[in-house]
């Protein structure tokens, strides 16, 4: 890890879940300094923006931001629109769980820290095995944010790139759990559970549990999870 | 005008200026539905959010939502940090009024909007003249932020494209008066400038009171606009 000067500053997107604990770790662990962004948009899962809090502080980002979005504004997802109800399991197509623009909304606010910050990495946990249909998670997606990104801002108009790091994207829940875990990871900070309880305890039943319950045992690893009773 | 069944609806940014207020103007004379958007993200001209309801009323907005997003969390800006003071005029370069990846944020949640609505169209008052200095407001910017936003959606994986309407891209100050003037656009409902009063008052000293006054001057036409005294 370099010097306070030398040293590559990073966003880091957190929802206080799995997979964005995993980048945070990751990112940490490629010796960035790194700055954790959540967003308070009327999730549901409010629960999530401790767990982002807890996992910043114990994996240790400079500073943790959150940002107040309204998105229940817009509507349109389950997440962030209370007449919709949270599914047990998805069907085919895109899920009724997916917000729409989301990725791109939090991106580019991710983007403009960066340009504020000078830094020009921001770390995402996308992944498209688990989330293939999420139009936003896929890599072509990512891609072309990039390519936009490096026309948006002062950076890019005095030459400087800024990447989007997506660690995550083609690996299993295993495979990241197996990741985290060999980083010194406590899972047991992080809150997957789209409708978990105000004290962080997760359904069990909804499609993100499921795929993190099974993302354990895959990885051949106990799951540190605190369910509801 | 097509049938209610027909008629193509639209998103339109709205800031309650002048160019903002022209889009919305050309979007409804070319028949759409528009739907117009706000963002309350923490400007020190708040008056532009009465003046943006105000336009989208008397133009003819099926639906007026006003999001809020707290920009100054992020700061970078005279625009949204209070403690960087608004310069009477702009030096070389990107200006200190250039907030960091406004017109990304902005167009990713009428993206989302858009999404929610069924809307193909984002009309955004962006102009390469006046702003050049803004790299938010080039051609290829917009370009790429259709392209990405192309990957992004529900619709982009079902087939339909998204396309952002920048009507006023290459086009003097002037030449939007006198095309907003044409479709009888009353411009002394919008605010332009950067630290009008809260009764909209425009200071007629900062960059964009310069270039509105000129734009009237240019197009021989009488400024409605009202001044602090």
């Avoid at 047991?188 to 962080?200: H, I, K, N, T």
Wanted: charged share 20%; proline share 3%; with cysteine.
């Amino acid at each position: 890890m370099g010097s306070e000067e030398t040293q590559k500053k990073a966003v880091v997107l957190v929802s206080g879940g799995l997979d964005s604990s995993t980048v945070l770790a990751i990112a940490k662990n490629n010796g960035y300094e790194c700055f954790t962004l959540s967003f308070d948009y009327g999730q549901r899962h409010r629960s999530e923006l401790v767990a982002a809090k807890r996992i910043s502080k114990a994996i240790g980002s400079r500073e943790h931001k959150v940002v107040v979005l309204d998105l229940t504004a817009i509507g349109g997802s389950a997440l962030t629109d209370t007449s919709i109800p949270v599914p047990e399991s998805e069907g085919q197509g895109i899920p009724i769980t997916y917000v729409p623009a989301r990725n791109t909304i939090f991106l580019s606010i991710a983007l403009g820290w960066a340009e504020v910050l000078g830094a020009h990495d921001i770390f995402v946990g996308v992944n498209a095995v688990d989330y293939s249909g999420y139009p936003d998670c896929r890599p072509e997606y990512i891609t072309a944010f990039e390519a936009m990104a490096n026309l948006a801002t002062r950076a890019s108009v005095e030459g400087r790139r800024l990447t989007v790091q997506t660690p995550l994207i083609n690996l299993t829940k295993a495979e990241i759990i197996q990741w985290g875990t060999q980083l010194g990871l406590d899972y047991g900070a992080s809150v997957s559970c789209y409708q978990a309880s105000s004290d962080g305890l997760a359904c069990g039943r909804c499609e993100s549990c499921r795929l993190r319950r099974q993302g354990f045992e895959m990885a051949r690893l106990s799951d540190p999870t605190a369910y509801q009773k």
